[in-house]
């Protein structure tokens, strides 16, 4: 009990490291989040090291460098007991006898790119557009914000795969089709935080000091709602690196003969029975990955909401 | 109550008509033609001429609508190019597939998940709860053709010729057929919109077998619906499993949960009738959200278990430059979408006395 009372009296200016210092802090308490950011970093280090990790380029043909290399085999690893004759092969090869674990660790870069790229998009017009509408109110707002519930409205995959087959189908466009999507979430929170400051006595202050509405936006309201933002953006980032896979998948998204995780498994889907190995390993690389930006969104969550904090 | 309905459904027009506008023009800079499309890239500029003329594709973009709006008004959804079928015929064949889809997902999900919650919720921090929450946050993170992929693996070729074998792909065993409702209540000449009706429901396999006593062909379905559910389902189910357990936890920290402790409740019967009912409203919301998603998923269960609903439906179509079944199944799709959140918010009403709808 005198614990509890000792520790309310200590100055809070005392222990607080600043509110970057404290997130820091609050962020690291977590379980998870410690989890997600230690696959995150895992993750980046195997994109960044991808050239060096991987046994081979991620494209080349084994077939006729490598000795007793076969179609579609499953992993050879020679500590594990496959026989030594035959190739070590991490994750076995594909129907184009391509080497499976170097496809799959360039594949890291390619979802890390289009993970933190879709989601930068998605943020930067979203947040134009809450910030507009909040701010403006009235007819602007009410424009914008129905334009947005029109496209939420929509199925996203069916959305994206629409705006894709206009635009043509590739891995940038799939990953516009997908940021499109997004937008309205991002265009929903800012708004919200706009309108929960506009009205408050340090904007009213800064308005009669003459501070010009751009930079009111830009100093004053904006700064108030980057916590909501980084937090669904984390959380975003595990969604855009799975439909832009799902897209993928389905061959709306990156084509042959990138290494991307979702097309790996749609191109190898029909194998299934014969070479699960196919769907396997990217499957897992997939899951690790949102599976990380996951736990790190949560745990942001849990740090940066200070209603939460007990 | 009634009043706020009525609101609620006039500011669905808006939205519904900003959907049309949208599908319609985002139809027309789709590149390529319908014809095209159909016919191949080597049809001549003549026969595709003739082609569009027939179908009024010819016309300009703001007449089409035009047309396509004064159709809608009579009921009319139009007719696919690509197969010449009426869209209102393929929405009978194809959405009563995916409503079933997504009715068993979601069952699956909420009765699953709610247990789940509220396990965890009772026995916290427990090695149940750890795991159920270790599980969910997994769960979300599986892309559904991944997980979809794996059951396949598992249930159709790892489990072959046990008891737990279960068909990956179809909704009936080759061989098995179900009699359309319309044959066994004599109605084969019957038309217009109860016959429709009749049609939608006899559709939905598992329905119609379980109304006209198929039982052999109701266990088929049944199975065949397994995969595809759990696939579909497991997403939502991990979310509907957390929510669910805080929303229980929050409220069994209130106040009257502790009267109702102090007056010697059980825990048991603390959570059953304190803290359960309470503890639903935020479950509801996301059950409602996360119905109205499902249909994007169901694209890729579709594909993988090789169901021809919806999903792929609108998929094949935007391929196919098919703009009428396009503008209609997503017309369709955005209504249901609409009635569900409708029905989630009114729904609140009915759950929550407090909440007044205005």
């Not at chain 2, 594709?57 to 035009?66: E, K, Y």
């Not at chain 2, 009978?92 to 979601?106: F, G, N």
Request: proline share 5%; with cysteine.
């Amino acid at each position: 009990m005198s614990a509890v009372i000792e520790a309310e009296l200590v100055d809070p200016r005392s222990t607080s490291k600043g509110i970057w210092g404290d997130t820091l802090g609050n962020v690291l308490r977590q379980r998870n989040a410690i989890v997600g950011l230690v696959i995150l970093i895992f993750l980046l280090l195997t994109a960044v090291f991808a050239d060096q990790i991987a046994a081979y380029p991620p494209n080349q043909v084994l077939l006729g460098s490598v000795a007793g290399v076969k179609k579609s085999s499953p992993p050879c690893i020679h500590v594990l007991g496959c026989p030594d004759d035959r190739p070590q092969l991490l994750m076995g090869t594909d129907s184009n006898v391509r080497d499976v674990f170097s496809r799959v660790v360039h594949g890291a870069r390619v979802s890390l790119f289009i993970g933190f790229a879709t989601v930068g998009f998605a943020i930067v017009i979203g947040t134009l557009i809450g910030l507009v509408a909040g701010f403006a109110g009235g007819w602007t707002d009410n424009i914008l914000m129905r334009l947005m519930d029109v496209v939420l409205v929509f199925p996203a995959l069916l959305l994206a795969i629409a705006i894709v087959t206009a635009l043509g189908q590739s891995l940038l466009n799939a990953q516009l089709s997908i940021a499109i999507v997004a937008i309205p979430i991002y265009a929903r929170i800012m708004r919200a935080s706009v309108l929960s400051v506009k009205e408050s006595d340090f904007v009213t202050a800064s308005r009669a000091l003459g501070e010009s509405p751009a930079g009111i936006l830009f100093r004053r309201v904006f700064p108030n709602a980057v916590t909501p933002l980084i937090v669904a953006g984390t959380l975003g980032i595990g969604g855009a690196v799975l439909d832009v896979a799902a897209l993928s998948f389905l061959g709306y998204g990156a084509q042959p003969p990138t290494a991307e995780w979702g097309s790996m498994i749609g191109l190898d889907s029909g194998k299934l029975f014969t070479a699960p190995h196919l769907v396997f390993f990217p499957g897992l690389a997939l899951v690790l990955t949102v599976f990380g930006f996951n736990l790190l969104g949560d745990g942001l969550r849990d740090a940066l909401d200070p209603r939460l904090n007990r | 109550m009634l009043r706020y309905i009525v609101r609620r459904l006039i500011l669905t027009g808006p939205v519904l008509f900003g959907i049309l506008v949208l599908v319609f023009f985002l139809g027309h800079v789709l590149p390529g033609s319908a014809c095209r499309a159909l016919l191949g890239e080597r049809a001549t500029d003549a026969v595709c001429a003739a082609f569009d003329h027939e179908r009024g594709l010819d016309q300009p973009i703001p007449v089409q609508f035009g047309t396509y709006l004064t159709a809608l008004s009579h009921g009319d959804l139009g007719t696919s190019t690509k197969s010449s079928q009426s869209v209102g015929d393929l929405l009978i064949q194809r959405l009563p597939v995916t409503i079933e889809l997504a009715v068993a997902a979601m069952l699956f999900a909420v009765t699953i998940g709610v247990l789940l919650g509220v396990i965890s919720a009772y026995k916290r921090n427990s090695i149940i709860d750890v795991l159920t929450m270790a599980g969910a946050n997994i769960g979300v993170s599986i892309p559904i053709f991944v997980l979809g992929l794996l059951l396949a693996f598992v249930f159709a070729l790892l489990l072959k010729g046990t008891p737990f074998a279960l068909p990956p792909s179809g909704r009936l065993t080759p061989g098995v057929s179900i009699v359309p409702l319309a044959t066994s209540w004599g109605l084969q000449n019957a038309l217009g919109p109860p016959r429709a009706i009749v049609d939608f429901v006899s559709n939905i396999y598992t329905l119609n077998a379980l109304i006209s006593g198929q039982w052999a062909v109701l266990v088929d379905a049944i199975r065949h619906l397994i995969l595809p559910a759990i696939a579909l389902g497991t997403i939502p189910l991990a979310i509907i499993a957390r929510i669910t357990r805080s929303s229980l936890l929050d409220v069994l920290g209130l106040d009257y949960v502790r009267t109702a402790r102090a007056k010697g409740l059980t825990e048991r019967n603390v959570v059953r009738h304190h803290g359960f009912p309470n503890a639903m409203l935020p479950v509801t919301t996301i059950v409602g959200l996360q119905l109205g998603s499902l249909f994007g998923g169901a694209v890729l269960t579709e594909t993988i278990f090789n169901l021809s609903g919806v999903g792929r439906a609108v998929a094949e179509a935007i391929g196919s430059r098919d703009f009428p079944t396009i503008q209609g199944f997503v017309l369709v799709i955005a209504i249901i979408y609409l009635f569900i959140n409708l029905v989630v918010d009114v729904s609140y009403a009915f759950l929550d006395p407090r909440v007044r709808l205005t």
